[in-house]
């Protein structure tokens, strides 16, 4: 059973960095066989792609988060993180990760999402 676990805090104050964690069970994050992604749904929006993290550790963002938005790694504890610096209110969302498998071409397991809200 594949799962995975979104964490971090789920207050940031405008102009800070939101940082959040993946970690996942039952699944290599260095497996060839998936990417592992961000998504975020905004209050009363629709989800909205964040980026994703390759196997080989390349990394693509959406473009208008490229600027602000990191992802990263960690093997060793198998699990990858995001960073998205100066945030603002419109990045209000709950927040997602989720595992994207090649061979199926879709979305096969998602965390259960966490909550972010910025403000002051």
């Known amino acids: 059973q594949v799962q995975l676990q979104e964490s971090g805090p789920g207050l940031v104050k405008p102009s800070e960095t939101l940082s959040l964690t993946c970690t996942v069970s039952?699944?290599?994050?260095?497996?060839?066989?998936?990417?592992w992604h961000w998504i975020r749904q905004p209050p009363g929006r629709g989800l909205e792609w964040i980026g994703a993290?390759?196997?080989?550790?390349?990394?693509v963002y959406r473009p208008s988060l490229k600027g602000r938005a990191t992802i990263s790694r960690d093997t060793s504890q198998n699990r990858f993180s995001l960073q998205l610096r100066s945030v603002t209110p419109e990045d209000t969302a709950v927040y997602y990760c989720?595992?994207?498998?090649?061979?199926?071409?879709?979305?096969?397991?998602w965390g259960q999402g966490t909550q972010v809200t910025v403000s002051s």
């Open positions: 989720a595992r994207f498998e090649e061979k199926r071409w879709a979305f096969d397991y």
């Open positions: 039952g699944g290599f994050i260095s497996s060839t066989d998936y990417y």
């Open positions: 993290i390759w196997p080989e550790g390349s990394r």
